[in-house]
């Protein structure tokens, strides 16, 4: 489930990771929920992964999201780097996740709009050290260039895969040591 203030880049980083394409233009706001499915080969098994892309505008969420969370395995919760009042809200989002989500809930903090070299407002340290507060895997992306999308769609679908499977010879999956592998910078310009 992919959730966050509106704005901050749920759809088109989904679209990017689903379709390897860059939504450009007019912001169409979603509406309620949106369901896209993808099958990930996670080394070598098939993952059908189910994805809930939520509305971020407040007048629309409420009610809604905690009935979501409830039956979601995993998180990717969203702030703009450009926006500052997305990062202040995480806390807000964090407070709701705790309150309706799963226990055990794969959750995962992500600094969109890396490629924002101009206009960033919200220091990568700044995301990090409210990851490591929350100790939650942390990392930036960019649903316009690309940065760290499948990489950050990858862990989710990895930890997944290795909680339902529970293969006896298989080493842990350990989600906030892949998510080291995270390219820093802005990826610019891939799209
Ligand atoms: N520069 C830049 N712009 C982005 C990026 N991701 C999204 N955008 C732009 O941000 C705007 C909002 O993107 P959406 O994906 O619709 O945002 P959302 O979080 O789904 O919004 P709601 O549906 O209202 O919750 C659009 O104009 C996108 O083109 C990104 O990585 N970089």
């Not at 966050?4 to 390897?20: A, I």
């Amino acid at each position: 489930m992919l959730v966050g203030d509106s704005g901050v880049g749920k759809t088109c980083l989904l679209v990017r990771f689903k379709d390897g394409a860059f939504l450009a233009g007019s912001f169409i706001s979603t509406v309620g929920i949106d369901f896209r499915n993808k099958v990930l080969n996670v080394d070598g098994v098939k993952v059908k992964l189910q994805f809930w892309d939520t509305a971020g505008q407040e007048r629309v969420r409420r009610g809604t999201h905690s009935y979501y969370y409830r039956d979601a395995h995993a998180l990717l919760l969203l702030y703009d780097v450009a926006n500052k009042a997305s990062f202040d809200n995480i806390q807000a989002w964090l407070t709701e996740i705790h309150e309706y989500a799963q226990q055990d809930v794969v959750l995962m903090l992500l600094g969109n709009k890396a490629d924002s070299t101009q206009d960033r407002v919200v220091k990568r340290e700044d995301g990090e050290k409210l990851a490591k507060e929350y100790g939650v895997p942390f990392m930036e992306t960019s649903a316009k260039s690309g940065l760290n999308v499948d990489l950050a769609f990858t862990a989710i679908a990895k930890e997944l895969k290795h909680r339902s499977m529970k293969l006896p010879n298989e080493p842990k999956f350990k989600l906030h040591d892949y998510v080291k592998k995270e390219v820093r910078g802005t990826g610019c310009c891939k799209s």
